[in-house]
């Protein structure tokens, strides 16, 4: 699995760069992005800007994620596309679980926003 990553200040943007999240590939994203958290990142925004479909096993890697982020930092979403945000929705991740903002500005103000308080 490709990723694209940079960084804005210590705020971590990842970029999936494949149009599915699978069972073909969750495995392999779920070790990609817990191997960015054990690095050491506490900030992590994911652009699920190019993910067009996502069944079970990628949503189990991103809860994995979520969990493996939690007590560690903080882990947001933006740029979820539509059939993924239904999914989100309608196994109620986006109350509460998964934090999603509608763009990358957004995201990193609010991870930015920790910086702050």
Same mark, same amino acid.
């Given at each position: 699995m490709f990723f694209e990553s940079r !960084?804005? !200040?210590d705020i971590l943007v990842i %970029? *999936?760069? #494949?149009?599915?999240?699978d069972a073909e590939n969750s495995s392999s994203?779920?070790?990609?992005? #817990? @191997?960015?958290?054990l690095q050491g990142k506490e900030k992590v925004a994911l652009d699920l800007s190019e993910v067009e479909f996502? @069944?079970?096993?990628?949503l189990s890697a991103l809860l994995s994620t979520v969990k493996t982020m939690k007590n560690r930092g903080r882990l947001v979403f933006?740029? &979820? %596309? *539509? !059939? &993924?945000g239904k999914l989100f929705s309608i196994t109620r991740l986006d109350r509460g679980v998964f934090e999603i903002h509608p763009d990358e500005q957004s995201a990193v103000e609010a991870l930015r926003k920790d910086e702050n308080s």
């Open positions: !960084n804005i !200040n %970029r *999936p760069m #494949v149009e599915r999240i994203f779920k070790g990609w992005m #817990v @191997d960015y958290i996502m @069944d079970s096993s990628g933006f740029g &979820v %596309r *539509p !059939n &993924v």
